[in-house]
């Protein structure tokens, strides 16, 4: 027998699971270990990505934005995936592994309708039974991306435990793994979740980072100074950021949803900014920096942006902040609006409410220098879906 | 008393042992010492206290509204350990809550607590035993018991690196899933007693939990070989009721306890 890998990243990740699952973990790390690089899995998949999922996207040169906040940005058109966002990396790519695993169904656990539409549309493409679990708060919320993954033809089911949004969500996917684990493939959206998933999602999503690369040195003949990201779970912050890992003269930034304020109470953040402010400790499956009080039950995040609405983070992103190669940062609910609406104004690109956190953070540190010369923002999916309700903010 | 104990004097009389599980706390901690005492008269073997975590991947929804209930009126650690430490009573107690909990409180001083308040031993459902070795160090300096469970899933392999590793007893999962009162017993349960037997050859007493809420199963359970069972969601129903609570809880134990006889 070879010899088990950590699975750990420093004190951070782990598998921290019920017994039931187990078996099923130590499956989906063997599966994944066969089949990653496996010449027909890899040309399935790139086949895939190119024709189905549209990569690759673009390195945009944004001058109109790069005049107004004073510094070169170059814009990873992650928005310009099928479906939206850069969730379609992924889940095409864990799809595609759950067929080659021989499993029959997939399930996945949604916040803002994003990830459970990129599950449904790999599901529907792969010709697999696909059930998304989603709060019914964030239902109410996202109700077109509710009718959109039923158009796909998934099973949507509603979860009425708990805050009824995403952490519910994650923990009622959990448990219908648990009950039909044999059959069933869960489909994490991000980069946390017990090992293996934080690995095979950021290497899913990779191909983010590894385009940005070829591309700046196309566009700029040299590597940028800094890249900023938007970080909720984070796998469009590992994805981007991780073939820049070694190469210390790029700083990267993901940046968190620092909501109405920083501020806690007993049971709820006003905010969603684990690798800011949160502690060690377990969530889903894995040690992480999370949201807790001081009993070790776990806060309400919140966000304007539900897909960052989450009280944990990658354990790999939580690492990389320890040891200084990332660097978190937080803008509130009110700044990305700003950078929502300016990025629609000067450059006709209306991005997630998500993303918009990266572009106001870029803004925000450009005043300062902090990012250098030329700058990445990964915006890692389009604002169609947030258009309603930032026009209700708006008094539209 | 201790666990081990408990299951060789039951033993030594050819009774299984009846382990009943109620969340701490729901609807309130004075509503769990009334209750507490109900599953003694009742004659329950050994007591099981949920110390109520936010977010509970292991459980159904029965147990996860009771434990949401537990958290609104107010359950926490410190509140957990006092109540515990308050209970006279002559059973083991046993704390089944997860990970996090018991890790911000600091592993060796969850444990010192435990001692302190009179408890035998720790359950943590999401705690698998590769991740083990921090509490498992803890528990046998201090002398208390880690329970691991053992699925349907779990290959032999598996069984017995759980069964080196865990004391007081094994809690066998009676079938996938989640927690929560159903009406059949599956053919692999049986089946599952005598695979962990013969794999494991351990010695420590197997429990069986997950789905058992009548009689007739719990007398199938202990004459497929198992030294207990485990019921939780037919108490947590009632007390979701909140009519004649003790009354009730004690007579549903009177019932379960001579199916094991």
């Known amino acids: 027998m070879t010899p088990k890998t950590t699975t750990k990243f420093g004190i951070y990740g782990g598998q921290f699971l019920p017994e039931i699952l187990m078996p099923a973990i130590e499956e989906l790390t063997a599966g994944y270990e066969k089949y990653k690089n496996d010449p027909e899995f890899t040309a399935e998949l790139d086949r895939y990505l190119a024709d189905f999922a549209g990569r690759p996207t673009p390195l945009y040169h944004a001058k109109r934005l790069s005049n107004a906040y004073g510094v070169k940005i170059y814009i990873k058109r992650e928005d310009l995936v099928h479906g939206g966002a850069h969730k379609l990396n992924n889940t095409i790519g864990q799809a595609l592994l759950a067929k080659y695993m021989g499993k029959t169904r997939i399930i996945a656990e949604t916040g803002a309708g994003q990830h459970g539409t990129a599950v449904a549309m790999a599901g529907a493409n792969l010709g697999i039974e696909t059930v998304v679990y989603m709060g019914s708060v964030d239902m109410e919320r996202q109700r077109m991306n509710v009718y959109r993954m039923q158009l796909l033809g998934a099973k949507v089911v509603p979860v009425e435990s708990g805050s009824k949004t995403l952490k519910d969500a994650i923990n009622e996917t959990l448990r219908d793994w648990v009950a039909i684990v044999e059959n069933t493939y869960y489909i994490i959206g991000s980069v946390v979740g017990p090992y293996p998933y934080p690995v095979i999602v950021r290497d899913f999503q990779t191909i983010v980072g590894n385009e940005a690369k070829d591309q700046i040195m196309h566009a700029e003949g040299r590597l940028p100074d800094s890249i900023v990201a ?5 796998s469009n912050a590992i994805g981007v950021f991780y073939p820049f890992l070694d190469d210390a003269d790029v700083d990267l930034f993901a940046v968190e949803a620092g909501g109405s304020n920083l501020m806690v109470t007993e049971k709820t953040a006003y905010h969603s900014a684990s690798l800011c402010t949160g502690e060690l400790g377990s969530l889903h499956g894995a040690m992480t920096k999370i949201l807790q009080n ?91 879906k947030d258009v309603d309700s930032v026009a209700k903010r708006a008094g539209f | 008393m201790n666990i081990e104990d408990k299951f060789t004097e039951l033993k030594t009389r050819n009774e299984g042992a009846l382990i009943a599980y109620i969340c701490a706390g729901d609807p309130t901690p004075d509503d769990t010492v009334a209750i507490v005492h109900a599953l003694v008269r009742g004659g329950a073997d050994v007591i099981e206290l949920g110390l109520p975590f936010s977010d509970p991947i292991a459980d159904g929804p029965t147990i996860q509204a009771s434990i949401e209930r537990a958290l609104d009126a107010g359950m926490n650690p410190d509140i957990f350990f006092d109540l515990a430490h308050s209970l006279d009573v002559s059973v083991p107690l046993v704390v089944m809550t997860y990970y996090n909990i018991i890790f911000k409180r600091g592993l060796e001083r969850f444990v010192r607590d435990c001692v302190k308040s009179g408890i035998s031993g720790i359950i943590v459902p999401d705690l698998p035993v590769e991740e083990s070795d921090g509490l498992a160090t803890h528990c046998r300096t201090h002398g208390v018991d880690l329970i691991f469970l053992i699925a349907p899933t779990t290959y032999p392999e598996r069984m017995g690196k759980i069964a080196d590793r865990g004391s007081g007893f094994i809690y066998l999962v009676a079938r996938i899933g989640v927690t929560g009162a159903r009406d059949d017993i599956a053919e692999s349960t049986l089946s599952l007693i005598d695979l962990v037997r013969g794999t494991t050859q351990t010695t420590t007493p197997l429990a069986v939990g997950f789905g058992i809420s009548t009689p007739d199963q719990a007398s199938a359970i202990i004459k497929a070989g198992a030294d207990g069972v485990i019921v939780g969601s037919a108490f947590v129903n009632i007390i979701a009721d909140r009519v004649n609570v003790p009354e009730r809880i004690e007579e549903l134990t009177r019932e379960l306890k001579s199916a094991v006889l």
């Open chain 1, 230 to 234: 938007c970080a909720g779970g984070g």
């Open chain 1, 294 to 384: 001081k009993y070790g039950q776990i806060l309400e995040s919140s966000s304007i942006a539900t897909g960052l609405d989450y009280a944990g983070v990658g354990p790999e992103l939580a690492y990389l902040a320890d040891i200084g190669r990332i660097k978190p940062r937080n803008v509130s609910d009110d700044e990305t609006l700003d950078a929502f609406f300016e990025l629609s104004r000067l450059e006709g690109i209306i991005p997630a409410l998500e993303s918009a956190h990266a572009v106001a953070y870029v803004k925000k540190a450009a005043e300062t220098g902090e990012l250098g010369d030329v700058v990445v923002i990964n915006l890692s999916g389009r604002g169609d």
